[in-house]
């Protein structure tokens, strides 16, 4: 696709904004663009899908669509519809059983997505394997970090960096490995992130990125002041919660913060990762608990008599 430098100026301006998770102002920058473009559709979709603004996305984008946009309709339902999940996942198996050169990139992103939410990395890998496009990388990437092979997560880092080493996607990627590696990478993440906050504006990625150096560091304090500011930015965001959870459980002696951090993300973030590993793992414990429980339930002045 031939593209003019006013276009490849104002889609950059687009993809910056998302990838640093400044999801309004990729939404504003889209709007600004008068010529119909699928790329920008896609930006800005996904934008709202970051806000968990998915009724725009599906009211917007009909199960009729014939193009890659409809991707992004099943990506809202599955985010925004728990029982609707694994139709979703079901649709794209199969989309994903013929020749995966064939379909846009739009559909490989989406479906890597879904599969890293259902913690299917290997499957989200396949997809991604030997396809060069830099955010296809970065998830690939993701799922290696998620699994801990940080060896070859450093092989799929020289290829992002080869292809394009100054992408704001390539500095953000860099960064969440420096973060697996600990120790002394700890700080040059910490950079990074603190580089791309200069050149664009803090976001609560940004933000929370160097929370997650702070606490690695030891740095509680700093830590502490850096999530109080993303609070003052959005009280929900679940990123922002995890964070003060962990911080919480280095600081607070009484936890009750953790308690309460906690009870938020229970609350509010009923679909995320953590809540439903925490109430599996309670369901867990309350079934050893009747397993293994006393059998005998009279109360101890019965039995004494």
């Known amino acids: ?23 309004q102002t990729c939404i504003n920058e889209c709007n600004k663009i008068s010529k119909p473009s699928l790329e920008k559709d896609i930006f800005m979709y996904r934008s709202y899908i970051a806000q968990n603004k998915f009724r725009v996305v599906l009211d917007e984008i009909k199960p009729t669509n ?3 946009l409809l991707a992004l309709r099943y990506l809202a339902e599955y985010m925004s519809n ?9 649709i794209f ?28 990395y290997e499957t989200a890998m396949k997809i991604l394997v030997g396809n060069f496009n830099l955010e296809c990388l970065s998830l690939h990437l ?43 990478k700890l700080q040059d993440a910490f950079f990074i992130f603190q580089d791309l906050c200069d050149k664009f504006s803090p976001t609560l990625l940004l933000l929370n990125g ?4 702070y606490i690695g560091q030891q740095k509680y304090d700093d830590a502490e002041q850096v999530l109080r500011e993303c ?28 308690s309460r951090y906690l009870s938020q993300i229970l609350d509010d973030h009923k679909g995320s990762s953590l809540v439903t590993a925490y109430n599996k793992r309670q369901a867990e414990f309350d079934r050893l608990v009747l397993q293994f429980g006393p059998s005998n339930t009279k109360p101890i002045d019965e039995i004494v008599a």
């Open 93 to 120: 198996d199969e989309k994903f059983h013929g020749d995966i050169n064939e379909l846009d990139v739009v559909w490989i992103i989406a479906g890597a997505i879904i599969y890293s939410n259902e913690e299917t």
């Open 210 to 213: 160097q929370a997650v150096c």
């Open 142 to 184: 993701h799922c290696l970090l998620k699994m801990s092979r940080v060896d070859l997560a450093k092989q799929v880092m020289a290829t992002m960096q080869e292809k394009d080493d100054d992408a704001t996607l390539t500095q953000l990627s860099q960064a969440w490995l420096n973060i697996q590696i600990g120790g002394e």
């Open 231 to 258: 609070l003052n930015r959005d009280p929900n965001n679940y990123d922002t919660l995890i964070n003060l959870l962990a911080l919480a459980q280095q600081k607070d002696k009484n936890a009750s913060q953790f």
């Open 82 to 90: 728990s029982s609707r999940k694994e139709a979703i996942v079901s």
């Open 1 to 23: 696709m031939n593209r003019g430098n006013n276009e490849v100026s104002e889609l950059m301006d687009v993809e910056n904004a998302f990838y640093i998770g400044n999801y």
């Open 66 to 68: 014939d193009t890659p």
